[in-house]
């Protein structure tokens, strides 16, 4: 590129990138270069430890998640965004959570689908590149593709791993989703921050489910968000009664992490809460027919997981909530047309009620 051809070029132009990106709604815009090697050899690791459970996909593109330029031909930088999504009026966590015949759906997806906000952004972000610079090889990413987006932010300056394993800066904590674009332009790096976890185990040790079972390491298998989200069938029995109130996902680790009492609110009107879901009762929502989830959750992340599985995380959380027989008789309404996996768990649902009204 005739346009970039100095140090000092670059070097003006990853200001003006920096700058478009704060005009497009991202709070801060990194890159780094493609080496990764050290990442790699770690995911291999977690993946022979089988910590991915059902997530077939963490280890099925080879290396390509590592290796930028095996998956974008010609990669030589990655532009990399963080974006807040903590909505501005939202219930309390803490006290949804305190509250059993409240459902918990984690903050992230209370609004609309972050990934088709985020793209559209970043598309936007490549095109103003394309018109200051001529054409490029390029190709945007959320959470989309074997990107290894964590390591990838880190290297960019974003912040550094927390021992949770999800990205902490010092000015917004953690409440913030993660956008690349994979470019073919040499651009100098912005450079990695400093850890600043120190002696702190917060997040280890109020996991419900004991699920970061080392500093920086989460065993998935254990964790209340791929239990309520990735994982499609049975929930082992053993974690139904940590799942508490959580419907889709869990954000213990960010709630109790010292770095959110930084974190900022987003002024985005996508993110903003749909639905009531902040503080929904679980008895109204296990009430929605089929038709109805897919409607509501018509542009909402939760949509991917289906009614079959939002119905049994549902009947879960009923489960361990306080006995009523407003639950009891909701929970065998909805058995008499539930599909085997749902059944299951209502049935469980239905034994630990029977158990507190005897009490």
Same mark, same amino acid.
Request: aromatic share 8%; glycine share 8%.
């Given at each position: 590129?005739?346009? @970039?051809?100095?140090?000092?070029?670059?070097?003006?132009?990853?200001?003006?990138? %920096?700058?478009?990106?704060?005009?497009?709604? $991202?709070?801060?815009?990194?890159?780094?270069? +493609?080496?990764?090697?050290?990442?790699?050899?770690?995911? %291999?690791?977690? /993946?022979?430890?089988?910590?991915?459970?059902?997530? !077939?996909?963490?280890?099925?593109?080879?290396?390509?998640?590592?290796?930028? #330029?095996? /998956?974008?031909?010609?990669?030589?930088?990655?532009?990399?965004?963080?974006?807040?999504?903590?909505? +501005?009026?939202?219930?309390?966590?803490?006290?949804?959570?305190?509250?059993?015949? @409240? #459902?918990?759906?984690?903050?992230?997806?209370?609004?609309?689908?972050?990934?088709?906000?985020?793209?559209?952004?970043? =598309?936007?972000?490549?095109? =103003?590149?394309?018109?200051?610079?001529?054409?490029?090889?390029?190709?945007?990413?959320?959470?989309?593709?074997?990107?290894?987006?964590?390591?990838?932010?880190?290297?960019?300056?974003?912040?550094?791993?927390? &021992?949770?394993?999800?990205?902490?800066?010092?000015? !917004?904590?953690?409440? $913030?989703?993660?956008?690349?674009?994979?470019?073919? /332009?040499?651009?100098?790096?912005?450079? !990695?921050? =400093?850890?600043?976890?120190?002696?702190?185990?917060?997040?280890?040790?109020?996991?419900?489910?004991?699920?970061?079972?080392? *500093?920086?390491?989460?065993?998935?298998?254990?964790?209340?968000?791929?239990? +309520?989200?990735?994982?499609?069938?049975?929930? *082992?029995?053993?974690?139904?009664?940590?799942?508490?109130?959580?419907?889709?996902?869990?954000?213990?680790? =960010?709630?109790?992490? *010292?770095?959110?009492? $930084?974190?900022? %609110?987003?002024?985005?009107?996508?993110?903003?809460?749909?639905?009531?879901?902040?503080?929904?009762?679980?008895?109204? /929502?296990?009430?929605?027919?089929?038709?109805?989830?897919?409607?509501?959750?018509?542009?909402?992340?939760?949509?991917?997981?289906?009614?079959?599985?939002?119905?049994?995380?549902? #009947?879960?959380?009923?489960?361990?909530? *306080?006995?009523?027989?407003?639950?009891?008789?909701? @929970?065998?309404? %909805?058995?008499?047309?539930?599909?085997?996996?749902? !059944?299951?768990?209502?049935?469980?649902?239905?034994?630990?009620?029977?158990? &507190?009204?005897?009490?």
């Amino acid at each position: 590129m005739t346009s @970039l051809a100095s140090q000092s070029d670059r070097q003006g132009f990853v200001e003006r990138l %920096q700058e478009w990106g704060r005009e497009l709604g $991202f709070q801060q815009l990194g890159i780094s270069n +493609t080496e990764l090697s050290e990442e790699e050899l770690r995911l %291999q690791d977690w /993946l022979d430890k089988g910590y991915q459970g059902d997530m !077939a996909w963490m280890g099925s593109h080879g290396v390509k998640r590592s290796r930028p #330029a095996l /998956l974008h031909e010609g990669t030589r930088s990655v532009i990399s965004v963080r974006m807040d999504y903590l909505p +501005t009026a939202s219930t309390d966590s803490e006290m949804v959570l305190n509250h059993p015949e @409240l #459902a918990f759906i984690s903050r992230y997806a209370l609004g609309r689908d972050y990934h088709k906000v985020l793209k559209k952004k970043l =598309q936007q972000l490549a095109l =103003q590149i394309q018109d200051e610079i001529g054409a490029f090889g390029f190709r945007v990413f959320v959470d989309s593709a074997p990107v290894l987006e964590k390591p990838i932010a880190v290297k960019a300056g974003l912040g550094w791993v927390g &021992k949770h394993s999800n990205i902490l800066s010092r000015d !917004a904590g953690s409440w $913030f989703f993660l956008g690349e674009i994979y470019v073919d /332009l040499e651009l100098p790096e912005t450079g !990695a921050v =400093q850890e600043h976890c120190g002696s702190c185990t917060a997040c280890i040790d109020v996991c419900p489910t004991q699920a970061i079972v080392a *500093p920086y390491v989460v065993d998935a298998t254990r964790c209340i968000s791929y239990l +309520t989200i990735e994982l499609k069938g049975v929930i *082992p029995p053993e974690f139904r009664g940590a799942i508490g109130n959580r419907i889709y996902g869990c954000d213990d680790c =960010q709630l109790i992490c *010292p770095w959110n009492r $930084f974190a900022q %609110q987003s002024d985005e009107p996508d993110y903003e809460v749909r639905h009531q879901l902040d503080s929904a009762r679980l008895l109204d /929502l296990f009430a929605w027919s089929e038709p109805v989830f897919l409607d509501k959750m018509q542009g909402s992340a939760i949509r991917r997981i289906g009614y079959t599985r939002w119905q049994r995380n549902i #009947a879960v959380a009923l489960g361990n909530a *306080p006995y009523h027989q407003r639950i009891i008789t909701a @929970l065998m309404e %909805q058995r008499a047309s539930a599909c085997e996996l749902v !059944a299951e768990h209502i049935d469980w649902a239905l034994d630990q009620q029977k158990t &507190k009204s005897q009490h």
